[in-house]
């Protein structure tokens, strides 16, 4: 165990995160009923109705959905890693960012995936307080804070601090699309535009997150291949 196995494994996990991200979208759309999904929205009687009848598919997507922050717990800390070269003080800021929001993205998740499992058994005892449940604020992720707001931090500093590194400079740009579009899904929510959120949710899992940790996966694979590798080539150019 050294730090390029390290890096390794964090490359591999950047490349599950995006299989991940997009297993969950072809799930949702393919297997999650129609009314409920949140995009678009038919309305919480709707949802919760058809939640009743079935609930194994969307119960299967916010698995996914919590599993993929679990896998980004070893690519953020291999990204620390592979930036704090550029600036030690803000790749340890990016680091508490992305693991803190990592983690509550992950509690958030199981706690969705345990909630609807819940009203799923609720709604057809007591069709009120499932709608009132279903209506109230999440007590874990108000305003899409964790991915919304820390994530969305995250890929902006990682971004930044990409550009003064040899990676593909593709990567950064990726990294401040990602960041802007989860900055949308954060302020969305304050002005008064939930659904706003959902949408660049959307955005972010088929699109953003996958073609991130793809780049940012094969960066690290590369970046983790043992240098002397790397200058084989120039040192027999020398010995010609």
Do not use: C
């Amino acid at each position: 165990m050294n730090d390029r196995s390290f890096m390794r494994l964090g490359g591999i996990s950047g490349i599950a995160i995006a299989v991940d991200a997009l297993l969950a979208v072809l799930v949702y759309f393919t297997m999650v009923p129609a009314a409920q999904r949140l995009i678009p929205f038919a309305g919480a009687e709707a949802f919760l109705a058809s939640l009743a009848q079935d609930s194994g598919a969307l119960q299967l997507y916010y698995l996914l959905y919590a599993l993929n922050p679990v896998l980004n717990l070893l690519p953020i800390v291999a990204m620390y890693f592979r930036l704090r070269q550029t600036s030690e003080t803000w790749s340890l800021f990016a680091l508490l960012l992305g693991t803190v929001g990592a983690f509550f993205w992950m509690v958030f998740g199981f706690q969705q995936l345990e909630m609807f499992r819940y009203l799923a058994a609720l709604y057809p005892v007591n069709p009120q307080m499932a709608v009132l449940q279903f209506n109230a604020p999440q007590m874990l992720n108000p305003f899409n804070g964790v991915a919304g707001g820390f994530i969305s931090v995250w890929f902006l500093l990682t971004g930044l601090m990409l550009l003064k590194t040899d990676a593909n400079k593709l990567l950064a740009i990726v990294s401040f699309v990602a960041f802007t579009d989860l900055l949308v899904g954060f302020l969305a929510p304050l002005a008064g535009f939930p659904e706003v959120a959902r949408y660049t949710a959307g955005i972010a899992g088929a699109i953003g997150g996958p073609a991130f940790w793809i780049l940012a996966g094969l960066d690290l694979l590369n970046h983790a291949e043992p240098s002397a590798r790397k200058q084989s080539a120039p040192t027999m150019a020398r010995a010609k």
